[in-house]
């Protein structure tokens, strides 16, 4: 077949959370081409194939791309989470996506959407391949190729159970939860993340008894407060004052989340058992109530074979109750590829450079993209993070986000920029810093940062640079 030709000046391969946002900064401050290429039919990566009754853990408008607020911007005014900002839903969020692509990248006539199309190199050339026709493209690109899929997440819709499943035993992923077709006589959660509370919370909040859930819980999981992650210069000063607070006087990893814990920025689910995973999604503390309900708890380690009557585990096994339904909620969610330079001399791979925060950070990397003529500089300026797995790795995690943003932080266009942008989580608008309550706390802040990260780079083994 005749290979199509095209020319752009960047290839954006993924078109998930943070192609889009990476896109959508760089375009605002480049007159730049870009193609943007994903094997999925539309925008928004991941989320296209979650579980119905997901929600983003967080308030809206930190995720999403810095053009286009996510949301209303509004606070929940009834339920369980009166108080804190809204927050999407898989439906929001799609729509949000396609509208984005839509409405914003596509009218303005600076990017170009390779659907349904899977990405290649070949040797020095790129080429994107139609699934459905089969026809080749080959992309020339006069600027960067640009790999955002580096920290794609693993989701269970798409990655098979990590254990062996008997032909005759019921396994089924998350998202199945919504489309029974004969009611399970007990519900065994499989998982210590967030997929597995969110599974959780929704059974019972559709009318399971709690004892009719088991939680297979390898590990157990230290998660954020949603309360401390809000919209509000207040409270993100605060939340970063309590955290160094807690580090300068911690005697240990673990006595630094206990700390943490005492502060009310860390949840743990069993007050007798001390947490060993710290990829630390946020939750609120109606759902902690509802989690603690579950009193069939198999702590017996990683499963290794699911049959119809039992699950053998890495300490032990149990026996299936006749009727159960295995709902794989252990895909490994956040990824950790190694940490390398964002600006690299073959691609720039999008990584987090902040803490946490994949939507922003894709953007800080658009931005230094578009403004910055230096590859040397721009990875100054964002070296790169990783996500966390246990608490040692929260700690370097901290530590690099706060030398990253004190650096990015130094840049007077930068500054501005992140001040603006809504998806920054650090946001202090120049009308607000004026404020006693945000002086009162950035004071805080001072007090503790320099005594707190010292801690956390020798807790976190990381070297302050
Ligand atoms: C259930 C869940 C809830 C989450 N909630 C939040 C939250 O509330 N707040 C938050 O900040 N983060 C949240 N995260 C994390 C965050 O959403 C992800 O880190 C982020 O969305 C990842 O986006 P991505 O663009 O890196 O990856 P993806 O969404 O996976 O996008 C990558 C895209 O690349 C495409 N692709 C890969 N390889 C190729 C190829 N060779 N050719 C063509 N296309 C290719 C894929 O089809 C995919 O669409 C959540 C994650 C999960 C799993």
């Known amino acids: 077949m005749a290979r199509r030709s095209l020319t752009t000046d960047y290839l954006v391969v993924g078109a998930g959370a943070m192609g889009m946002a990476f896109t959508d900064a760089l375009i605002d401050h480049a007159d730049v081409h870009v193609t943007l290429v994903d094997r999925r039919h539309v925008a928004g990566g991941h989320w296209q194939d979650a579980y119905p009754f997901v929600q983003l853990h967080q308030a809206s408008v930190f995720y999403g791309v810095a053009s286009t607020v996510l949301g209303h911007g509004a606070v929940q005014d009834r339920g369980p ?43 020095d050339s790129h080429v994107v391949t139609s699934l459905v026709s089969g026809e080749a493209t080959q992309v020339d690109v006069r600027r960067r190729v640009v790999d955002a899929t580096y920290l794609s997440p693993t989701i269970p819709a798409t990655t098979p159970p990590p254990f062996a499943v008997a032909d005759d035993a019921r396994v089924v992923p998350v998202n199945d939860l919504a489309r029974l077709m004969s009611t399970p006589t007990t519900y065994v959660i499989v998982g210590s993340g967030k997929t597995a509370t969110d599974g959780i919370v929704w059974l019972l909040a559709n009318g399971v008894a709690s004892d009719r859930i088991v939680w297979v819980r390898p590990r157990d999981p230290w998660m954020l407060n949603r309360a401390v992650v809000q919209p509000d210069p207040v409270v993100a000063i605060e939340l970063a004052a309590d955290t ?45 109530e509802l989690l603690r309900t579950i009193e069939r708890v198999v ?46 001399p073959d691609l720039i791979r999008l990584q987090t450079v902040r803490v946490g925060f994949p939507c922003f950070n894709a953007a800080l990397a658009g931005y230094v993209e578009a403004t910055r003529d230096d590859d040397r500089e ?19 995690m901290q530590v690099r986000g706060t030398v990253a943003a004190r650096r990015f932080g130094a840049e007077p266009d930068i500054d501005a920029w992140a001040n603006a942008c809504a998806l920054n989580p650090a946001r202090v608008e120049p009308a607000q810093r004026d404020d006693p309550g945000v002086q009162a706390v950035a004071a805080r802040l001072s007090a503790h940062a320099e005594a707190g990260l010292a801690r956390l780079a020798e807790l976190g083994n990381e070297p302050l640079e």
């Open 81 to 123: 989470e009166a108080g804190l900002h809204e927050r999407a839903r898989q439906s929001e969020i799609r729509a949000y996506y396609d509208d984005v692509l839509h409405r914003r990248l596509l009218t303005s006539g600076r990017v170009t959407f390779l659907a349904g199309s899977e990405h290649r190199r070949d040797g």
């Open 244 to 288: 160094m607070a807690a580090a300068a006087d911690a005697e240990s990893l673990d006595d630094l989340f206990l700390r943490l814990e005492d502060a009310g920025v860390m949840l743990r689910i069993d007050q007798d058992v001390t947490p060993t995973m710290a990829k630390t999604p946020t939750l609120g503390t109606w759902e902690l």
């Open 299 to 344: 702590r017996l380690g990683h499963i290794e074979r699911v049959t119809s009557t039992e699950i053998a585990l890495e300490r032990g096994s149990i026996a299936l109750d006749p009727g159960s339904l295995v709902v794989h909620c252990a895909a490994s969610g956040l990824q950790y590829p190694p940490v390398v330079p964002v600006w690299g």
């Open 378 to 396: 721009r990875n100054r300026l964002c070296p790169p993070n990783h996500l966390p797995n246990d608490p040692a790795d929260w700690a370097r």
